[in-house]
């Protein structure tokens, strides 16, 4: 564990932490709408619902994963400047 937090230490470290969360999160949203689309048992409004707000959410992690992304561009550009 201290060595995860002497790597997650600078901000770049933190800011492509984040990154790779917002991936795994976005990568997880596409895999339950996938599931959902393809689950021919459950009720169909439910499933239809239950789609759109996982679009919804979705959407949310992948404007989050580009935001940290345009930070990480900045951190990068601004640590070879120094």
């Known amino acids: 564990m201290p060595q995860l937090l002497t790597t ?6 933190r800011l492509h932490a ?3 969360v917002c ?5 997880a949203c596409r895999n339950a709408i ?4 393809l689950d ?4 169909p ?3 239809r ?3 759109s707000l996982m679009k919804e959410i979705l959407e949310d992690w992948r ?3 580009a935001s940290v992304r345009r930070e990480l561009r900045g951190s990068r550009s601004s640590f070879t400047a120094r």
């Open 8 to 13: 997650l230490s600078t901000p770049c470290s």
């Open 18 to 20: 984040q990154y790779q």
């Open 23 to 27: 991936g795994a999160l976005v990568r």
């Open 34 to 37: 996938a599931d959902l689309a």
């Open 40 to 43: 021919e048992e459950g009720d």
């Open 45 to 47: 409004e439910v499933r």
């Open 49 to 51: 619902l239950a789609i």
């Open 63 to 65: 404007q989050a994963q």
